[in-house]
């Protein structure tokens, strides 16, 4: 096992940081140019938008306009090197973290912003099933289901025609069903993009099917949906739905998962494109930290983002909890964001002899995207917005923080284009894979799993 060597001459403190998302890339930046040697960490050569990945999954944009390479992004920083690299387990008394390969790096200084996955709350089978949008790779999976229900369907009702038996009713309203498991936002977006694909985009392109007639479920557990937004903007949203032509229920737990359908309560729903926004866990890595953990698998933090024990460790993002009478904070990009900037700030303190800092999240407020000219907005002071003005507010607050001007400029087109055409001009069947997890399912069920092509 070799430790990878630092240069004996350089006296900086070394600041490694894991993670290249909102939480890492914007600490990253924060000790850009500082008296600091900074190394970015990441399994993945790019920072994401998530809160635009859905989008890439309903066929508006593609993966290069919310993507960016960390190395470009991090350029001009000469202090910050970028290491395309997975970690797999941290030593807090020996201050390394160990790389797939075997390979140890050392630090002074630690930001641990890995961020979260899914959480399937013990049903860790239904993954293959009902996958979740995270990753990129989850995005091309989903936009694949999407678009390859409705060209099976297509296929079963030409050949029924074709060889003069009865179209088989039940199996194309299976095929043409789709359910969301979860009512927050990323739920309630992917459902209205979802709706304006059926509705609009595919209308009129297909002979033996109608993609109209397609059903759109989204299943809540709680009471309402978006239930960590105001009451009145949850009724907007939901009234903003069931205009569309979505099937929303609330107090709806779903049971099991199965390749035939869902189940919930006592309830059989035949479907055969399911997809997971209920719920998020921190990643894995946390574990090998060896300190107590709360149910999501998120680290405790002290006030100042540290770790209990260790001053040198901040834990950022969706990876982390901090103790509040108000419960943790919300898994957003703002959170995030802030805590990198701030974590950065304490670490040049601790780095001064000043005293740290305590971190105050200033709310920014939250949002969700229904449709075409249909959103909710929850900003501070009590102000809620929703319908057009929203829907706009939305789009320049997400156009503003993408990164990367060439990014803005191209979605910015794309949006303008979808809005005129309703065309949705990223609607290419590409085979991807979300994770090992479905390889294994396949190979579980006795089969490999089917090619796909574009």
């Not at 973290?97 to 890995?114: H, N, P, S, V």
């Not at 740290?356 to 407020?365: K, T």
């Amino acid at each position: 096992m070799a430790v990878m060597a630092e240069n004996s001459r350089e006296t900086q403190p070394h600041v490694v940081i894991i993670g290249g998302g909102f939480g890492g890339l914007h600490a990253a930046q924060s000790l850009g140019s500082k008296a600091v040697r900074v190394t970015l960490v990441d399994r993945r050569n790019h920072h994401l938008f998530q809160p635009l990945l859905y989008q890439v999954a309903t066929a508006t944009l593609s993966p290069g306009d919310v993507a960016e390479p960390l190395r470009q992004i991090v350029r001009r920083h000469r202090n910050v090197r970028t290491l395309l690299a997975e970690v797999t387990a941290i030593d807090l008394e020996g201050k390394t973290i160990t790389l797939a390969e075997g390979d140890q790096l050392q630090y002074d200084y630690l930001i641990l912003a890995a961020g979260g996955r899914h959480a399937y709350f013990g049903h860790d089978a239904w993954e293959p099933l009902a996958p979740g949008l995270k990753t990129l790779e989850d995005a091309l999976e989903i936009r694949r289901r999407i678009l390859s229900a409705f060209e099976r369907a297509e296929r079963l009702c030409l050949e029924a025609r074709d060889s003069g038996e009865q179209v088989p009713g039940d199996v194309i309203k299976a095929l043409l069903t789709f359910a969301i498991i979860g009512g927050g936002p990323t739920g309630i977006e992917l459902a209205g993009a979802l709706t304006e694909i059926a509705q609009h985009t595919l209308a009129g392109e297909f002979q033996g099917i109608d993609p109209r007639q397609a059903r759109i479920i989204v299943l809540e557990g709680e009471s309402r949906v978006l239930p960590a937004m105001p009451a009145k903007l949850s009724h907007k949203a939901e009234t903003a739905l069931k205009r569309l032509g979505v099937e929303v229920r609330t107090h709806s737990l779903v049971t099991d998962v199965t390749e035939d359908g869902i189940s919930v309560g006592e309830e059989f729903i035949p479907v055969k494109t399911v997809f997971w926004a209920a719920g998020v866990a921190a990643a894995p890595l946390a574990r090998t930290l060896g300190v107590p953990l709360d149910r999501a698998g998120r680290v405790p933090v002290e006030p100042d983002l540290t770790l209990a024990g260790h001053p040198e460790v901040y834990v950022i993002g969706d990876l982390s909890t901090e103790s509040k009478p108000t419960g943790p904070l919300p898994g957003l990009a703002a959170v995030a964001m802030q805590e990198g900037r701030a974590a950065a700030e304490n670490l040049l303190r601790s780095e001064q002899g000043i005293a740290r800092l305590r971190f105050r999240y200033r709310d920014r407020g939250a949002m969700a995207i229904i449709g075409r000219g249909s959103a909710v907005a929850a900003f501070p002071h009590g102000v809620q917005i929703a319908g057009p003005v929203a829907w706009l507010a939305w789009l320049f607050i997400h156009l503003y923080m993408l990164i990367g001007f060439e990014n803005r400029v191209l979605v910015l087109m794309q949006w303008a284009w979808s809005y005129l055409t309703w065309n949705r001009g990223a609607r290419l069947i590409t085979e991807t894979s979300i994770s090992e997890a479905i390889e294994a399912s396949a190979r579980a069920r006795g089969r490999p799993r089917g090619r796909t092509s574009a």
